[in-house]
Every structure is written in structure tokens, then in C-alpha cells.
Nanobody, 123 residues
Framework: QVQLVESGGGLVQAGGSLRLSCVAS????????MDWFRQAPGKEREFVAA????????RYVDSVKGRFTISRDNAKNTVFLQMNSLKPEDTAVYYC????????????????WGKGTLVTVSS
């Protein structure tokens, strides 16, 4: 049974930082592209960042470029999202997701999802 478990969310003031983690189990982690998505209240789920199986290739939504960094540790089956200079508009539930053997940033193409972790940025 595949499980993705996110952690690291919380309440932070604008300008602060958080580091999200997502631990995967039940899959061959190094075969998967790993993505982070987020969903704010009343809005659709949106792509935030993606990292290839090797960690060499990354991609970000424009609104987080220069502030967020995605990384992974295949030995620990974990993907991270370092979030700096947080803004109130970053407030959302953050989800990690896995796609086997393909590069994608589209929610419908992901094979597995975590349950999410809430990030709240106060002004």
C-alpha cells in the first residue's frame, strides 16, 4: 500500500520560513517524479514544484521562484519543500504527489497523493 505523509506545516508570520517533508512508503521512490501542489480555500489545486527522480531537474510555478526549493533524498524516500520569504498568499493546504516514470506537473497525471499539511502565513 502506497502512502505519502506530509509534515512541517504550521502558522508562520509573513517573511518567515517553513520546511515541508513528505515521506513515501510502499513504492520504489527513485522511480517517481515528486511534486508539491497546494490548494487555498475556495481555489483549485495548483502546481507548486516538481523534482525528477534523480533530483537533477526541478520546476516551479512563477509565484514561488526564488523563494521555494524542492529537493529529495532517495535513500530516505523523502521529498522536501523549503519555503522562504513566505507571503499571506502562500496560505494553503500543501500536498505531495508522485508520478511513476514520467515528468508531469498536472494533478490528473499523478499516481499517488498525500493527505496534505496546512500552511498558514499571517500578515
Amino acid at each position: 500500500q502506497v502512502q505519502l505523509v506530509e509534515s512541517g506545516g504550521g502558522l508562520v508570520q509573513a517573511g518567515g520560513s517553513l520546511r515541508l517533508s513528505c515521506v513515501a512508503s510502499g513504492l520504489t521512490f527513485s522511480s517517481y517524479t515528486m511534486d508539491w501542489f497546494r490548494q487555498a480555500p475556495g481555489k483549485e489545486r495548483e502546481f507548486v514544484a516538481a523534482i525528477s527522480w534523480s533530483g537533477v531537474t526541478t520546476r516551479y510555478v512563477d509565484s514561488v521562484k526564488g523563494r521555494f526549493t524542492i529537493s529529495r533524498d532517495n535513500a530516505k524516500n523523502t521529498v522536501f519543500l523549503q519555503m522562504n520569504s513566505l507571503k499571506p498568499e502562500d496560505t494553503a493546504v500543501y500536498y505531495c504527489a508522485a508520478a511513476r516514470d514520467r515528468w508531469t506537473t498536472t494533478p490528473r497525471d499523478m499516481d499517488h497523493w498525500g493527505k496534505g499539511t496546512l500552511v498558514t502565513v499571517s500578515s
